[in-house]
C-alpha cells in the first residue's frame, strides 16, 4: 500500500469509512474533513458565486441554524444537512 493509500475499509455504499456524507439540497455530498468554512461547503455544492448565498443547517425537526459568515468553520458528521439559501431577490417576469 502506498503513502497515499488508505487502510480503512469501505463502508457499504463502498466509501472508505473516514469520509463524511453530508446533503446540502437533498444533494449527496462527501468529503475527507472534519471541518469545512461556509464558503467551501457551498463551492463544494456548486452554490456560486457563495457571497450570494447563506448556509441554513437543519438541527433537528424543529430547530435550525444560520451560517452566514463565508469563513465561519463547521464542524462535520454523517448525515448533517443544509440549504443554500439565496440572499439576493429573485427576479420576477
Known amino acids: 500500500m502506498s503513502d497515499h493509500e488508505s487502510d ?11 469520509y463524511i456524507t ?7 455530498l462527501t468529503t475527507d474533513q472534519k471541518a469545512m468554512s461556509v464558503r467551501a461547503i457551498l463551492n463544494l455544492a456548486g452554490d ?3 457571497e450570494n448565498f ?6 433537528g425537526q424543529h430547530e435550525q441554524a444560520r451560517h452566514d459568515s463565508m469563513d465561519e468553520v463547521i464542524k462535520l ?9 439565496y440572499r439576493g431577490e429573485t427576479p420576477v417576469s
Open 48 to 50: 456560486t458565486p457563495p
Open 22 to 28: 453530508f446533503y446540502v439540497d437533498a444533494e449527496e
Open 8 to 18: 480503512h475499509k469501505p463502508d457499504k455504499h463502498g466509501k472508505p469509512d473516514h
Open 77 to 85: 458528521h454523517n448525515n448533517l444537512r443544509f440549504a443554500a439559501v
Open 54 to 59: 447563506y448556509l441554513l443547517e437543519y438541527r
